[in-house]
């Protein structure tokens, strides 16, 4: 049997997409553009993931008539009551790890699967196909924020852990198939918790395993780096010197409407404190643009808090109403073309920002980790995040390289091997 896999969204589903094709491996299935069976692992965070889901899902209905069709992901459990799709199995945000009994079980009559996630437990994953480049593990799912724009918190339900036991066997055995660089990502990664074992605390024991080079956060609230974070990323060289903390908005009236648990100084002072323990800490971030009520001088104030923080990338969304959260319902809703116009305006800021942090660089030699072999061409991330590109050979793919940067092509910063890792 052959299948084929199509993924909307965040680096979660990314990772139960992964999960789920490596379950069909070990079964037996094999990875094909003739498949058998086609699964969309759908994304509902704005009316443009819907759209586009909705799309593919009956774009692969067309293309493959005779093939079994799977899908699932928070499209579907946003949708649960009202969606009519094309599917013979419809599941929701649980039962991924059940995709190789569901098929066995399908006898041409839809199997509807989607359960409410009020009070699931956690789908514990892990994944056996080692490909040697960045390795991610699911710690957490769901989340408690419940801020007014967001729609996850009624689709992937209450914060729930993976033990920090199975988190702590997993890094190790990645780490002795030969993966240097280990993610840590769930839907409110830093809000994990293993009854009295904190986020802190896996920190703390995965940072201490032998042959673990790089150990990386996909993303973390600004209220969550606590000061036993903050103790970790000053004395461990293994947390990279890169984090994603998401500010939405540099507003503090917009900030308030959204339900966020902080302040514009809050977030400005904590990140001050993080970058007093690690200079060159690369701090990207999320904004959301055009909020219900927001006004051109809250715009503006945005940008201005974006500076001051000194952000290094931002990834740029237009406000999209959901219906159900409290956001949806607010009036002031700003129109489509001048949501567009700050987009543009904002993304225009964010490569400013980049640009001047790749600049800082220049004529620095520095460790990167070569992920992907394009032309003659290295490229892979140093521990600050940064994207190199350097003339090499492929043998050096999963090492540890040294490079000096010597120029920004944007978005890559062109370097030369200086040296290299043996070992693996």
Same mark, same amino acid.
């Given at each position: 049997?052959?299948?084929?896999?199509?993924?909307?969204?965040?680096?979660?589903?990314?990772?139960?997409?992964?999960?789920?094709?490596?379950?069909?491996?070990?079964?037996?299935?094999?990875?094909?553009?003739?498949?058998?069976?086609?699964?969309?692992?759908?994304?509902?965070?704005?009316?443009t993931?819907?759209?586009?889901?909705?799309?593919?899902?009956?774009?692969?209905?067309?293309?493959?008539?005779?093939?079994?069709?799977?899908?699932?992901?928070?499209?579907?459990?946003?949708k649960?009551?009202?969606?009519?799709?094309?599917?013979?199995?419809?599941? @929701?945000?649980?039962?991924?790890?059940?995709?190789?009994s569901?098929?066995?079980?399908?006898?041409?009559?839809?199997?509807?699967?989607?359960?409410?996630?009020?009070?699931?437990? /956690?789908?514990?994953?892990?994944?056996?196909? /080692?490909?040697?480049?960045r390795?991610?593990?699911?710690?957490?799912?769901? +989340?408690?924020?419940?801020?007014?724009?967001?729609?996850?918190?009624?689709?992937?339900?209450?914060?729930?852990?993976?033990?920090?036991?199975?988190?702590?066997?997993?890094?190790?055995?990645?780490?002795?198939? @030969?993966?240097?660089?280990?993610?840590?990502? @769930?839907?409110?990664?830093?809000?994990?918790?293993?009854?009295?074992?904190?986020?802190?605390?896996?920190?703390?024991?995965?940072?201490?395993l032998?042959?673990?080079?790089?150990?990386?956060?996909?993303?973390?609230?600004?209220?969550?780096?606590?000061n036993?974070?903050?103790?970790?990323?000053?004395?461990?060289?293994?947390?990279?010197?890169?984090?994603?903390?998401?500010?939405?908005? #540099?507003?503090?009236?917009?900030?308030?409407?959204?339900?966020?648990?902080?302040?514009?100084?809050?977030?400005?002072?904590?990140?001050?404190k993080?970058?007093?323990?690690k200079?060159?800490?690369?701090?990207?971030?999320?904004?959301?643009? #055009?909020?219900?009520?927001?006004?051109?001088?809250?715009?503006q104030? +945005?940008i201005?808090?974006?500076?001051?923080?000194?952000?290094?990338?931002?990834?740029?969304?237009?406000?999209?109403?959901?219906?159900?959260?409290?956001?949806?319902?607010?009036p002031?809703?700003?129109?489509?073309?001048?949501?567009?116009?700050?987009?543009?305006?904002?993304?225009?800021?964010?490569?400013?920002?980049?640009?001047e942090?790749?600049?800082?660089?220049?004529?620095?030699?520095?460790? /990167?980790?070569?992920?992907?072999?394009?032309? @003659?061409?290295?490229?892979?991330?140093t521990?600050?995040?940064?994207?190199?590109?350097?003339k090499?050979?492929?043998?050096?793919?999963?090492?540890?390289?040294?490079?000096?940067?010597?120029?920004?092509?944007?978005?890559?910063?062109?370097?030369?091997?200086?040296? /290299?890792?043996?070992?693996?």
């Open positions: 049997m052959k299948y084929k896999i199509i993924t909307l969204g965040c680096k979660v589903n990314e990772y139960e997409s992964e999960v789920m094709a490596n379950l069909l491996e070990n079964h037996g299935y094999i990875k094909s553009e003739n498949p058998d069976v086609c699964i969309v692992n759908t994304c509902t965070v704005t009316n993931a819907d759209s586009k889901s909705r799309k593919i899902i009956r774009s692969l209905r067309r293309k493959y008539p005779n093939a079994i069709l799977i899908v699932a992901g928070c499209m579907i459990q946003n649960k009551d009202k969606l009519d799709v094309p599917a013979d199995i419809v599941i @929701g945000n649980k039962h991924k790890t059940d995709i190789v569901l098929l066995e079980e399908y006898k041409d009559k839809q199997l509807y699967m989607v359960e409410d996630m009020e009070d699931a437990d /956690f789908e514990d994953m892990s994944l056996n196909n /080692f490909d040697l480049t390795a991610y593990i699911k710690i957490e799912d769901g +989340c408690d924020n419940y801020c007014s724009y967001c729609i996850i918190p009624y689709v992937r339900g209450h914060v729930r852990s993976k033990k920090h036991e199975r988190v702590i066997e997993e890094a190790k055995v990645l780490i002795k198939n @030969g993966h240097k660089e280990i993610v840590l990502t @769930g839907i409110h990664t830093g809000h994990y918790h293993d009854g009295n074992y904190s986020f802190a605390d896996l920190l703390k024991d995965l940072v201490k032998d042959g673990l080079k790089r150990l990386r956060i996909s993303s973390i609230e600004i209220t969550e780096i606590n036993k974070v903050l103790d970790i990323i000053k004395n461990s060289d293994v947390l990279v010197n890169h984090m994603h903390i998401p500010l939405q908005s #540099g507003s503090d009236e917009i900030l308030k409407k959204m339900n966020r648990k902080y302040d514009k100084q809050y977030f400005i002072d904590k990140i001050k993080l970058k007093e323990i200079p060159d800490m690369n701090v990207t971030t999320d904004v959301i643009v #055009g909020f219900p009520g927001e006004t051109e001088e809250e715009f104030e +945005c201005e808090t974006i500076k001051k923080v000194g952000f290094t990338k931002l990834h740029v969304f237009p406000y999209s109403d959901r219906e159900g959260t409290v956001a949806s319902q607010m002031n809703k700003i129109p489509g073309n001048i949501k567009k116009d700050r987009v543009k305006r904002l993304l225009e800021v964010s490569k400013e920002l980049e640009i942090y790749m600049n800082k660089h220049i004529g620095d030699e520095t460790i /990167f980790i070569p992920e992907v072999y394009e032309d @003659g061409y290295l490229i892979g991330h521990s600050n995040y940064l994207l190199i590109k350097a090499g050979d492929k043998s050096l793919l999963t090492k540890e390289v040294i490079v000096k940067i010597s120029k920004v092509e944007y978005p890559y910063l062109l370097s030369s091997v200086k040296n /290299f890792e043996l070992s693996r």
